[in-house]
């Protein structure tokens, strides 16, 4: 099958059915969102993980809905291709269905992304189903749930103990029923996963939940490998930040020798 020139909705539903994989990379600006489009990623997240890993903050949690709209708005200008999903960040969603809607309406209009993505699962339903009768489509994020690390006890695998599976396939299949069109699995174990992907309608993604959700999506930095650290469950597929260090010390060595700008770099008339 030829691959749409624009990715839908409806297209990830298809694909779960066909059985084909679903690529998702988290982007926040433009030159970047648009390698990833041209390279045929389906999914294309403007995370709130912006907070770490682009701003610096010690997690995602300080974030504001006010700093993500710009990087939204260039990554949703990037991709001709992509489906283009932004995060609400801690704090626009969880008060009332109505703060839901006005945050997802914001982050809509301003960006120009096409939908929205928020954690938790049968404690936000109201709000899903809220966004959703509004007309903006809507991404779950069950699991771990960053924004909710201090609750959880710190970065802890998800889906274990007694009823972690079936905790997981209710909150999953609360989502589904109030609208949303995928799910987000982080940190899960890979039977737990597998049982809310067999559960679902709608197509998981999994990062640090195994092999049979139905796409992946990791965190691009780390996918890249940029940084000194990162998760387990990631897998460094290119060296860019040795790269960017390289091209950074070969500069300095120039100018700081004057083999730089050399003549071809140069006017003299």
């Known amino acids: ?86 995060d609400l960040p801690f704090g626009t969603y969880e008060v009332s269905p109505e703060q839901a809607v006005e945050s997802s309406i914001r982050m809509i209009k301003a960006t120009g992304a096409s939908a929205v993505k928020f954690e938790g699962g049968r ?10 009768d509004a007309g903006i489509p809507f991404c779950g994020h069950l699991g771990f749930t960053p924004q909710s690390e201090t609750a959880l006890g710190g970065r802890r695998i998800q889906g274990r103990g007694e009823h972690g599976v079936e905790e997981l ?13 995928a799910v987000v699995l982080e940190m899960v174990i890979a039977p737990a996963a597998r049982a809310v992907t067999q559960a679902l309608d709608i197509p998981t993604i999994g990062i640090g939940a195994g092999p049979d959700t139905d796409g992946q999506v990791l965190v691009w930095l780390d996918a ?35 083999a730089f700008p050399a003549p071809e770099h140069t006017f003299e008339s």
């Open 1 to 86: 099958m030829t691959s749409p020139k624009k990715v839908r909705i409806h297209h990830f539903r298809e694909m779960k059915q066909r059985g084909e994989k679903i690529t998702m990379l988290t982007a926040y600006d433009f030159p970047t969102a648009k390698a990833f489009d041209a390279a045929g990623v389906d999914m294309l997240l403007v995370g709130d993980s912006m907070g770490d890993n682009v701003m610096g903050y010690d997690s995602t949690v300080p974030l504001t809905i006010d700093e993500m709209i710009p990087y939204t708005r260039s990554v949703a200008r990037a991709a001709e291709r992509a489906f283009v999903v932004a």
């Open 169 to 181: 396939v209710a909150d999953a299949l609360a989502l589904q029923e109030a609208g949303a069109f």
């Open 123 to 132: 404690r936000i339903a109201r709000q899903v189903k809220a966004v959703t």
């Open 224 to 258: 890249a490998g940029v940084g000194d650290w990162h998760p387990r469950f990631s897998k460094q597929f290119g060296a860019v930040g040795q790269a960017l260090h390289d091209a950074a010390a070969g500069y300095v060595a120039e100018v700081k020798s004057v």
